[in-house]
Every structure is written in structure tokens, then in C-alpha cells.
């Protein structure tokens, strides 16, 4: 069975415009449009998301508006849809959107938090293939150290 085709558009963020796929509603991926263009979105969200993208030429104004406004906020309580991910990296992206503003956890911590002691490594992996950057805050996941991950 072959899968819905997901839109994007792109949406301005406080690091700059960024491109924003979405199906039914929600959001399925995120790129930060540095240096990039349409073609690194159509192939970040067939390689690292597993869905076909194509440009929205006219996207929901409702849902551009509600982006915006969370990255704006440094929100995490947008509408996501993580279906296309493993069990494992969907309880990590929830556990990871529930951390406060202001407040980190450790690749350990979080491999705790969702039942999986040990797996400090694999929750470093659902960081780094973390399809909505920003609105799930990867960067609020650190290592034992305190220092910046490697994802």
C-alpha cells in the first residue's frame, strides 16, 4: 500500500525560515532551512521520516499560524504525528517534548523515564533522527558530561 503524500511549507522561526511537512493536521517533519533548499526537504523526509513530500502552495493558515507561534513561544504542546516512527523513538520524542523550558535530562535519564535503563545510546540515535527539531527540544537531551550530544 503506498503512503499519503505529506505537504510542506516553510514558516519563519526566531533562527530563521525554517520547512515544515504536515499530513492531516499535524506536523511530520521540521528542516532548519539554512543553506537549504526544496529538494534537502523532499529527501529529509524520504530518508529520515519515510514519506514523499511535496510543496504546499497554499497550507493551512490555521496550522502555519499555530508553528509559528510555538517556536516563537519555545512550545512543545503542537500537534505532532510521530506514526512513522519505532515504539521506542515515539516514547522518547513524547518523554523529550515533556521536558520544561529552562531544564535538561541526560540520554540515561530519559532511557529511564521511558522504562528502557541501559539505552542511553539508543535514545542518543531517537534524538539524532529527531523529525521535528525544536518543537520536540532535542537540545534539552545531554550527556552524563553536561555537554553538548553528538547528534
Given at each position: 500500500?503506498?503512503?499519503?503524500v505529506h505537504r510542506?511549507?516553510?514558516?519563519?522561526?526566531?533562527?530563521?525560515?525554517?520547512?515544515?511537512?504536515?499530513?492531516?493536521?499535524?506536523?511530520?517533519?521540521?528542516?532548519?532551512?539554512?543553506?537549504?533548499?526544496?529538494?534537502?526537504?523532499?529527501?529529509?523526509?524520504?530518508?529520515?521520516?519515510?514519506?514523499?513530500?511535496?510543496?504546499?502552495?497554499?497550507?493551512?493558515?490555521?496550522?502555519?499560524?499555530?508553528?509559528?507561534?510555538?517556536?516563537?513561544?519555545?512550545?512543545?504542546?503542537?500537534?505532532?504525528?510521530?506514526?512513522?516512527?519505532?515504539?521506542?523513538?515515539?516514547?522518547?520524542?513524547?518523554?523529550?517534548?515533556?521536558?520544561?523550558?529552562?531544564?535538561?535530562?541526560?540520554?540515561?535519564?530519559?532511557?529511564?523515564?521511558?522504562?528502557?535503563?541501559?539505552?542511553?545510546?539508543?535514545?542518543?540515535?531517537?534524538?539524532?533522527?529527531?523529525?521535528?527539531?525544536?518543537?520536540?527540544?532535542?537540545?534539552?537531551?545531554?550527556?552524563?558530561?553536561?555537554?553538548?550530544?553528538?547528534?
Open positions: 500500500m503506498t503512503q499519503p510542506w511549507f516553510e514558516a519563519n522561526s526566531p533562527i530563521g525560515p525554517v520547512y515544515v511537512a504536515h499530513h492531516n493536521g499535524k506536523v511530520t517533519g521540521l528542516l532548519i532551512r539554512r543553506d537549504k533548499d526544496m529538494g534537502d526537504m523532499e529527501a529529509y523526509m524520504r530518508n529520515e521520516v519515510g514519506v514523499e513530500v511535496e510543496p504546499d502552495l497554499n497550507p493551512p493558515a490555521g496550522l502555519v499560524a499555530e508553528v509559528e507561534n510555538a517556536l516563537a513561544e519555545g512550545r512543545t504542546d503542537i500537534n505532532v504525528d510521530l506514526s512513522c516512527r519505532s515504539d521506542f523513538q515515539r516514547k522518547i520524542l513524547a518523554a523529550t517534548a515533556a521536558i520544561p523550558k529552562g531544564q535538561v535530562r541526560t540520554y540515561g535519564e530519559l532511557a529511564e523515564d521511558v522504562g528502557s535503563p541501559g539505552a542511553a545510546r539508543a535514545v542518543g540515535t531517537a534524538m539524532a533522527r529527531n523529525p521535528v527539531p525544536l518543537l520536540i527540544p532535542c537540545h534539552r537531551v545531554v550527556p552524563a558530561s553536561g555537554g553538548v550530544g553528538h547528534y
